[in-house]
């Protein structure tokens, strides 16, 4: 029924100006502070500054497509945005660029974008694993190879400014000082389903993820040493032949 937005100290519903498309869903809202983006799957992109509509960017004005999966403002002022197959797009200073990708071979969707601290823009793809993004150049993932999925549902820095790559059926860790990917294993939790974009890091630097489970937090404390790897756990133990539950 549209976009609300809720003021927790008066407890009251705004509504924003937004789309009067009929039957328009809102597929991500994201920002910081001061700025909003929404996504949408029939009228593009709404960017509001301090509560007012500043963009709708579309079709219609050079959008190279309606259905905007996600959206990721960067720290050097460009704003980019997940659509279909190879149209890719980016927002600066109130005008809408187009980035041709097609020869990186990128033919599937874009689901998430997420930055680390060093501007460096990583994105998540429905089929191709990850991407880099410098500017307007798009690189692939040096590890694309090692992923247990090349759908990428869910991306995520830590503190320690570890990449956090959640697929529908597991988690993967990328540390980029130490060139390792490894996976994280959840040994008492069995067929853990993982939620789309299902994931916030806390104030505090606490990991949440959304899954088949309900929310599993990891803490920041234990994800500080980019040496701490997954434990091993013993399940069985044979003895003459004979194997032994523990």
């Known amino acids: 029924n549209g976009l609300f937005v809720f003021n927790p100290i008066t407890k009251t519903l705004l509504t924003p100006n937004f789309s009067n498309i009929k039957n328009i869903g809102i597929n991500s809202i994201c920002g910081n502070k001061t700025t909003v983006i929404v996504t949408t799957n029939l009228d593009g992109v709404y960017i509001y500054k301090d509560g007012i509509l500043k963009h709708n960017y579309s079709v219609k004005n050079s959008l ?22 190879t149209a890719f797009n980016y927002s600066e200073n109130g005008e809408l660029f187009e980035i041709n990708v097609e020869q990186n071979g990128l033919i599937t969707d874009y689901n998430v974008f997420i930055q680390n601290s060093k501007n460096e823009l990583f994105v998540g793809t429905n089929g191709d694993g990850i991407y880099l993004i410098n ?29 956090w790559i959640q697929h529908q059926y597991g988690l993967q860790e ?14 008492n939790i069995n067929q853990l389903i993982f939620n789309p974009k299902a994931h916030l890091k806390t104030v ?26 997954a434990h091993a756990y013993i399940k069985h133990i044979k003895i003459n032949d004979k194997t032994r539950s523990i």
Do not use: C, M, W
């Open 64 to 85: 190279l497509h309606n259905n905007v999966f996600h959206a990721a403002e960067t720290k050097v002022g460009k704003t980019y945005y997940a659509t279909h197959n």
């Open 135 to 163: 500017d307007t150049a798009i690189v692939p993932f040096e590890f694309n190879s090692k992923l247990e999925s090349k759908f990428i549902s869910g991306l995520i820095f830590d503190e320690a400014d570890n990449l």
């Open 204 to 229: 505090t630097g606490d990991l949440l993820f959304g899954s088949s489970n309900g929310v599993i937090r990891i803490n920041n404390h234990s994800n500080t040493n980019a040496n701490n790897f």
């Open 174 to 187: 990328y540390y980029p000082q130490q060139k390792v990917l490894r996976k994280v294993n959840f040994p």
